[in-house]
């Protein structure tokens, strides 16, 4: 069963899943992120320009199988069984299906009432699936 985080309060939920996937990647993990395809361009973006003279290796669904192969994060708006199951970030409004086949799970929930309601639904139903979530309030943790 997958372990699931909420990281709450991300006052720039972009820019705070640049950073979250820079660290991933420095400690070695591979990363599925879904999102709506929407959001993709500006993370694909966001990883490019986040320091000067570093790069996070990043990949997008429509990328040629080898570079999918070799790239530890994979920007998704759709999962498939190509995507990397150790760590998922899940920026959609619902609980993916088949989110039991990764390791964690990590959502990221803005500022906005819409967004926070959304999560919470997402919260009853990790709960329903006998998941406990794990809350982490990045405001008490002193920002982003």
């Known amino acids: 069963m997958a372990e699931v985080a909420f ?6 939920k972009a820019a705070y899943v640049c950073r979250l996937l820079r660290k991933a990647y420095l400690k070695g993990a591979r990363v599925a992120v879904l999102a709506p ?3 993709l361009d500006t993370l694909d973006r966001g990883l ?5 003279g570093e ?3 990043h990949c997008v669904g429509a990328d040629a199988e080898a570079t999918r192969r070799h790239s530890p994060i994979h920007l998704l708006d759709r999962l498939d069984e190509r995507a990397p199951t150790q760590v998922l970030v899940n920026l959609t409004d619902s609980v993916p299906a088949d989110y039991g086949r990764f ?6 929930v803005g500022l906005d ?3 926070r309601a959304l999560a919470r639904q997402r919260w009853r139903r990790y709960q329903a699936d006998g998941v406990e ?3 982490h309030d990045l405001k008490s943790a002193g920002g982003e």
């Open 133 to 135: 979530p794990q809350r």
């Open 55 to 57: 790069f996070v290796p």
């Open 48 to 52: 490019w320009l986040l320091a000067q």
């Open 113 to 115: 009432d819409e967004d």
């Open 103 to 108: 390791e964690r799970v990590i959502e990221v």
């Open 37 to 39: 395809h929407e959001q």
């Open 7 to 12: 990281h709450f309060n991300a006052p720039d």
